[in-house]
């Protein structure tokens, strides 16, 4: 028998191309009154308060919010949920201190893998900059793959048009545009981000009533909310870890780090996006504990959908794809335009790579061949980077005569990853 889908696919692809395309426009419209160099890898350091904040958030909050939290929270319960949120935006926290000291000792650079030369040489140096890129890479397929699914869960499109579709849109203009032409789009997108994901909690609010609450879910599923559910504990603290350890190695961060026009704005920034940042990834996390309370049987990672498009509304279909893409295409355009200044800047330094050259282009359409799970790629990347910052934790201490506490996180991911 076959799936009945809340849209043609003639419906959702036209959606996907007009959107994508509208994004293409305004991102090279944008990057014709801004060339150069300095704007293509730091927006010639001038980015205001808001831009800044709504460049950091959106970049932030991926396609993965739509599938990663709901689907945690139906087995690590309220601690999943508070480790996903509070990991998320711990970043944004840590490069208030960081992120100041970094600017003033190295003013002129535009990445975190310029900074490690400095400090640690070139043999760390090389190791971080290809672990950054490899990151990176894992990142953006696991975007793409979120969004492609998103999709066909909508209406049986392929994954592969989709992925097609936002990859060529996407790197049309972030490619020209650079930094720019992202933190541009970012804006836009992190408004409509904003708006429609308002628009679902009011609906799932006023559809759902009294079941969308702490009581209801206390009531179905007690060990959800229960303080001695040890799961609960070991999944929040796994996930704070892992979502906090990978963005650390997000180019992207580092170079909106650099593009503020100040560090009283860089500060603001920072602290504003963390406090955005909490409750968006904590209310997709508690749609899943809702949905697994209403049905048990739904689909972990679909617990936002299964709320919002239980009556099988096409405006509300529009809506979700809508958010889909501003989601994906926000993250996707800056980890390009990161994994593009890395080659450019520390590539060059490091492999000699011709001055001229662009190869990013051959790599990135790779991406369209990708076929494996989000949730493999996700926690691939999270192994590799806890790895890598362990490392760079041992050498970091042995340079103090310390020893570094850094392994056991990544001890903690391996069990977890294991079960």
Same mark, same amino acid.
């Not at 490899?134 to 999709?151: D, Q």
């Not at 545009?177 to 009011?202: E, P, Y």
């Not at 504990?233 to 996930?239: D, E, S």
């Not at 790579?353 to 691939?380: D, G, I, M, P, Q």
């Given at each position: ?177 650079? =930094? ?10 992190? /408004? #409509?981000? @904003?708006?429609? &994901?308002? *628009? $679902? ?107 919002? =498009? ?10 979700? /794809? #809508?958010? @889909?893409?501003? &989601?994906? *295409? $926000? ?89």
């Amino acid at each position: 028998m076959d799936k009945t889908y809340f849209l043609t696919q003639t419906s959702s692809l036209t959606l996907v191309i007009v959107i994508s395309l509208m994004f293409v426009f305004l991102g090279l419209y944008n990057s014709k009154k801004h060339q150069g160099l300095n704007n293509y890898l730091t927006a010639n350091r001038n980015v205001g308060l808001f831009s800044l904040t709504t460049s950091l958030t959106a970049s932030a909050l991926g396609a993965w919010i739509l599938f990663g939290p709901a689907s945690a929270a139906t087995w690590g319960g309220i601690g999943a949920v508070i480790g996903y949120s509070l990991g998320t935006a711990f970043p944004m926290f840590f490069l208030i201190y960081l992120g100041k000291k970094i600017r003033k000792e190295f003013p002129k650079g535009s990445s975190l893998i310029e900074f490690m030369r400095k400090k640690f040489g070139k043999s760390l140096f090389k190791l971080i900059l290809l672990m950054t890129i490899f990151y990176m890479f894992i990142f953006l397929c696991a975007e793409v793959t979120a969004v492609a699914v998103l999709i066909n869960y909508i209406s049986g499109t392929k994954l592969w048009i989709t992925a097609l579709i936002v990859l060529l849109s996407t790197l049309a203009y972030t490619l020209y545009g650079g =930094l720019r032409a992202s933190i541009f789009t970012d804006n836009i997108q992190m /408004i #409509v981000i @904003g708006v429609l &994901l308002l *628009i $679902s909690l009011f609906y799932i609010k006023t559809f759902i009533g009294s079941e969308f609450s702490f009581e209801f879910i206390n009531k179905k599923n007690p060990q959800l909310l229960s303080s001695s559910y040890i799961p609960s504990y070991t999944a929040g603290l796994t996930f704070f870890i892992a979502v906090a350890a990978t963005n650390l190695f997000h180019q992207g961060n580092w170079q909106r780090v650099y593009a503020a026009k100040n560090s009283e704005t860089l500060r603001k920034s920072l602290i504003i996006s963390f406090f955005i940042i909490i409750p968006v990834v904590f209310y997709m996390g508690f749609t899943g504990m809702v949905a697994f309370s209403l049905d048990p049987t739904t689909r972990p990672d679909l617990g936002f959908f299964m709320l919002l =498009l239980k009556e099988q509304k096409e405006l509300l279909s529009l809506l979700v /794809i #809508v958010l @889909g893409l501003a &989601l994906t *295409i $926000s993250t996707v355009d800056t980890l390009v335009n990161a994994i593009s200044s890395l080659i450019v800047v520390d590539g060059k330094a490091t492999f000699k790579f011709n001055k001229k050259t662009n190869y990013l282009n051959l790599s990135v359409l790779c991406l369209v061949l990708s076929n494996r799970s989000a949730k493999s790629e996700y926690f691939f990347k999270t192994v590799s980077c806890l790895t890598f910052l362990t490392k760079i934790s041992v050498r970091a201490s042995r340079r103090r005569h310390k020893s570094s506490i850094l392994i056991l996180p990544f001890f903690l991911l391996l069990i977890r990853g294991s079960r």
